[in-house]
Structure formats: structure tokens, C-alpha cells
């Protein structure tokens, strides 16, 4: 079956940690974005791919980072700097930026 | 700023009855609407979209109707199910904006029986 596969379905983070989201798709989709979702509220854009090598900021990019080396997959890292890291991660694609997004069924991050 | 919001945060309806969910938006350059639906733990889904160019668009027991004019978009579900239960989310796209799609807060459908 074709998809979007995020890993793992849940994830703690140290304090001082990075730890790393991984986001994998086979639907041939150029296109690859994260988001994150606190509680009760919208999805807000972390990074987006439009292709491989090649990424931008969203909206609330600061204390994450990301790569796109294959058009397959699109980590993202969640640093240290990022001071409250809690919340869901889901990640998507989409054929063309301006297309609709399939969506993975998310990371849920929590602190210890 | 940008902004698309929905009217009701939470929305309760009788199985079997209609159900419409309401969305604002504030970007006249939009051009490019969409309506999710999330479950419980789980990413959204999507259920159907519109572009600007079109006032209404017809799907399997959804219809979305939307106004320019007055910046309001809808989502209409005929004869709902329990299954229907979930957050709504609508969202928006510009060709100027590729890449960013503003999401509203959603609203909560909860079906009684």
C-alpha cells in the first residue's frame, strides 16, 4: 500500500537532547512538509521540501532542522534549542506545492 | 496577518441529521481551499477541496460551498454517521504563498446516537 510512514508513534527527549523524527513516503510525491499540533489547535509549519535537496522555513521553524537527500524521505531533528518541544509532529506530502496533502499518522514528542 | 478560522470550536448533532461546519478566511489572494477531517491520535484526512474559481463542489455526503465574496467557506455532511466524529479543519492556499497552507483551529462533530 502506498503511504506516509512516521516513526516512532511516540518519542521522550531528554533535556539537552536531540532527537531525530523520521518520515518516509512511496507515494512519488515531490513535495514533503512537517507540522507540528499542540493540543486544540491547528496545524502550524515547521519545514517544507518542494525537492530533493532543497528545503524552506515555515512558520515556526526555530529549533528544528531537516534534509531532503532522497525524495523518499524527509527527517526532522528537533534540537535542543527548541525549549518546548511537546506536542504532535505529523508529517505530509503532496505531488505539487499546491496540491492536497496526505498526512502520516504523527509522533507524539513528550519531555521527561 | 493570515488567518482562517472556524466559527464553533465544538459542534454536537443527532445521527441521521445534517451537519455544517462553518470557516472564515482573511486572504483575499487564496485561491486554493481544503477540508480535513482528523480522528483521535491519528493524522488528517483529507475529504474534499475547492478552488476559487468554483462556489460549490459535491462529494460523497460532503458538500462544500464557497463564498468570495464574504471570505466564508462551509462543509456540509448529509445524514451523519458516528463515524463522522472527529475534528474538522479547513485550510488555504495562495499560488502566491506555494508551500504554506494556513489551518484553522478545527471543530469538534460529535454524532449522538
Known amino acids: 500500500d502506498g503511504g506516509i510512514t512516521q516513526s516512532p508513534k511516540y518519542l521522550f527527549r531528554k533535556e539537552g537532547q536531540n532527537v531525530t523524527l523520521s518520515c518516509e513516503q512511496n507515494?512519488?510525491?515531490?513535495?514533503m512538509y512537517w507540522y507540528r499540533q499542540d493540543p486544540g489547535q491547528g496545524l502550524r509549519l515547521i519545514y517544507y521540501?518542494?525537492?530533493?535537496?532543497?528545503?524552506q522555513k515555515g512558520d515556526i521553524a526555530e529549533g528544528y532542522s531537516v534534509s531532503r537527500e532522497k525524495k523518499e524521505s524527509f527527517p526532522l531533528t528537533v534540537t535542543s534549542a527548541q525549549k518546548n518541544p511537546t506536542a504532535f509532529y505529523l508529517c505530509?506530502?503532496?505531488?505539487?506545492?499546491?496540491?492536497?496533502?496526505?498526512f502520516g499518522s504523527g509522533t507524539q514528542l513528550s519531555v521527561l | 496577518g493570515e488567518s482562517v478560522g472556524l466559527h464553533l470550536p465544538t459542534l454536537s448533532v443527532q445521527e441521521g441529521d445534517n451537519s455544517i461546519i462553518n470557516c472564515a478566511y482573511s486572504?483575499?489572494?487564496?485561491?486554493?481551499f481544503i477540508w480535513y477531517k482528523q480522528e483521535s491520535g491519528k493524522g488528517p484526512q483529507f475529504i474534499i477541496d475547492?478552488?476559487?474559481?468554483?462556489d460549490k463542489r459535491q462529494g460523497q455526503r460532503v458538500t462544500v460551498l464557497l463564498n468570495k465574496t464574504v471570505k466564508h467557506l462551509s462543509l456540509q455532511i448529509a445524514a451523519t454517521q458516528p463515524g463522522d466524529s472527529a475534528v474538522y479543519f479547513c485550510?488555504?492556499?495562495?499560488?502566491?504563498?506555494?508551500?504554506?497552507?494556513?489551518f484553522g483551529d478545527g471543530t469538534t462533530l460529535t454524532v449522538k446516537p
Open positions: 505530509a506530502s503532496s505531488t505539487t506545492t499546491n496540491e492536497k496533502l496526505f
Open positions: 507515494l512519488n510525491h515531490d513535495a
Open positions: 521540501s518542494q525537492i530533493v535537496n532543497d528545503f
Open positions: 486572504n483575499s489572494a487564496s485561491d486554493y
Open positions: 475547492i478552488r476559487s474559481n468554483m
Open positions: 485550510a488555504e492556499r495562495s499560488d502566491t504563498n506555494a508551500g504554506k497552507s494556513t
